[in-house]
C-alpha cells in the first residue's frame, strides 16, 4: 500500500475527528499489515487478511487485539473502495457532461 493511501486516510480521519489515540493506533496496525503483506494493499483479498490472523494468533495475541485489527483493515477498505467508488462517479459525470 502507497504510504500516500495511509496519509490521506489518516486526514480523513483526522477530519471525521477521531481522537489522536485512535489515530494512532489505527496507523500502528495498519503499519503492522502492510509490513507482514508482501502485496500492494488494492491485492489483498480475504485469504490473505485470513492468513494475517493466522499470523497473530501465532504471535499469542488475544481474541480482543484481532479482531481490533480486523476491524481496522476492513475500516480502511471500506473507506478506499467509497473513495474509488466516489473518483469513479466524478470521472464519468466529467466526461458525460463535458461540452461536445
Avoid at 500516500?4 to 480521519?13: F, K
Avoid at 491485492?43 to 495475541?61: A, F
Wanted: hydrophobic share 35%; with cysteine.
Amino acid at each position: 500500500m502507497d504510504n500516500i493511501e495511509l496519509i490521506r486516510y489518516r486526514r480523513a480521519l483526522k477530519r471525521k475527528n477521531y481522537s489522536a489515540h485512535t489515530l494512532k493506533s489505527y496507523m500502528n496496525i495498519l503499519d503492522h499489515f502492510v509490513k507482514w503483506t508482501p502485496l500492494p494493499f488494492s491485492e489483498v483479498t480475504s485469504k490473505e487478511v485470513g492468513l494475517y490472523v493466522d499470523h497473530l494468533l501465532q504471535k499469542r495475541r488475544t481474541p480482543k487485539t484481532i479482531t481490533c485489527h480486523l476491524q481496522t483493515i476492513r475500516l480502511l477498505c471500506s473507506a478506499l473502495h467509497k473513495r474509488r467508488y466516489a473518483e469513479f462517479i466524478v470521472m464519468r459525470r466529467k466526461g458525460s457532461w463535458a461540452p461536445a
